[in-house]
């Protein structure tokens, strides 16, 4: 029989184990909730009252679902994603992966630096200043340290998004209109699918899958740190869900029975037609932060995955412990999508408006990302941790009614349908 003494110990011993582990899957779940993901849940909230709230809820074990086959594949295989599609399926299809996670990092981060710069202009702030003291810190964060202090810096930046909360509880929602208008779900009109799609969109998108499992590989988590990671992808799930419901319910409270016709196409305008709601300045600056923590955590976690999945594919060396002169190509390609992302910002403004754009576009590529992390899961993986089974069945059916509902309200909603 253990003393206690020694059963403290070994408490003592799994808590720092978790603690250890934790970040990967908070960090991503923390970007989830970006910029064009805050914009998609205030137009839902605007638009359609607490009619989209119930699938912010849904979506929570979706994602789940999805991110954790991505820690699984990283644990097990010690691969990042783009690797163990070129191991896997071949060079054609690692580069077809990598072509859509391009695309999808390209849109995430024009919306990342479109709020960040918004922020800026609240304050009179340049917009060229504000973009350049970004992407100055963003290249700061990641140079100058290891993985594991920017993704302390990250968790610490991301909380500001807990700040959300607040502006939902500030709104003063009624739960009797809550609960009705969840309910209440207009399956028939375009309208509502398409920002449906969008909702779906801004929930699972590319850059998250080859993030996560690349950050796994990264930090050289093992087989015994699976199920606290697979707890940090969890507790991230629902965080991320609750701070999009929380933006929904605060633009439904608020602006969508006094201002229906409010457009919410950028950060600027959600902020002024919420802050009298608010409590002025104070409201405003809570509302800022909550933008800030999630533009720039979004922008770190989609730049580097784009330079693990390009790194991953063309087979040069990356990672956050290698030193910039050790790993030219990964981290010059997390700089030139900084720099680049700012600059097409800075010279385009009206780029702003492609933010429920982006996460529809999201929704569409959902064949090729869940398709590819589905396959993995069936035969990259050892015999004892492979998709089989019930789960298996559930996580495609799962996985196609996703696909299928954001594929057709995107293309319903833009007209093609």
Request: hydrophobic content about 55%; overall charge positive.
């Amino acid at each position: 029989m253990p003393t206690s003494r020694e059963a403290v110990r070994s408490k003592q011993s799994r808590l720092a184990r978790a603690a250890a582990v934790f970040g990967p899957g908070l960090v991503v779940m923390l970007a989830d909730t970006d910029v064009g993901s805050i914009i998609t849940a205030g137009q839902s909230g605007v638009q359609w009252g607490y009619r989209l709230l119930l699938l912010q809820f849904l979506l929570m074990p979706i994602l789940f679902m999805v991110q954790e086959l991505t820690v699984r594949l990283g644990i097990f295989t010690g691969r990042g994603h783009g690797e163990l599609i070129r191991e896997t399926f071949g060079r054609f299809w690692a580069i077809v992966s990598a072509a859509g996670l391009a695309v999808a990092t390209g849109g995430a981060l024009l919306t990342e630096f479109s709020g960040v710069a918004g922020v800026g202009e609240l304050y009179g702030v340049p917009r060229a200043v504000t973009l350049a003291l970004a992407a100055g810190a963003l290249l700061l964060v990641v140079i100058t340290g290891s993985y594991r202090r920017a993704e302390r810096v990250m968790i610490a930046v991301g909380l500001f998004e807990l700040a959300f909360f607040y502006v939902a509880w500030a709104a003063h929602p009624h739960m009797a209109d809550i609960v009705r208008g969840a309910v209440n779900i207009p399956f028939a009109n375009k309208g509502y699918v398409y920002l449906a799609a969008a909702n779906i969109g801004a929930v699972i998108m590319p850059w998250m899958i080859f993030y996560q499992q690349s950050a796994v590989a990264d930090k050289k988590l093992r087989p015994e740190h699976y199920g606290a990671a697979r707890w940090d992808t969890a507790i991230g799930a629902v965080i991320t869900q609750l701070v999009m419901a929380a933006v929904l319910i605060a633009c439904a409270a608020t602006i969508a029975p006094n201002r229906p016709d409010a457009s919410l196409n950028t950060i600027g305008e959600m902020s002024q037609a919420l802050t009298p709601f608010l409590g002025g300045q104070a409201g405003r600056l809570v509302f800022s932060l909550g933008v800030l923590g999630a533009g720039m955590v979004a922008a770190i976690v989609a730049s580097l995955a784009l330079a693990w999945g390009v790194g991953e594919v063309a087979g040069y060396r990356r990672s956050l412990e290698l030193r910039p002169l050790e790993a030219r190509w990964f981290y010059g390609i997390y700089a030139t999508c900084v720099v680049a992302g700012a600059l097409l910002v800075a010279v385009w403004p009206d780029l702003v408006a492609l933010n429920v754009g982006v996460q529809v576009m999201n929704a569409l590529l959902l064949p090729l990302v869940l398709g590819f992390l589905i396959a993995l899961a069936v035969r990259a993986l050892p015999d004892q941790h492979r998709l089989r089974g019930p789960y298996f069945w559930l996580v495609v059916a799962v996985s196609g009614l996703t696909t299928a509902l954001g594929v057709f309200g995107g293309l319903q909603g833009a007209g093609s349908l």
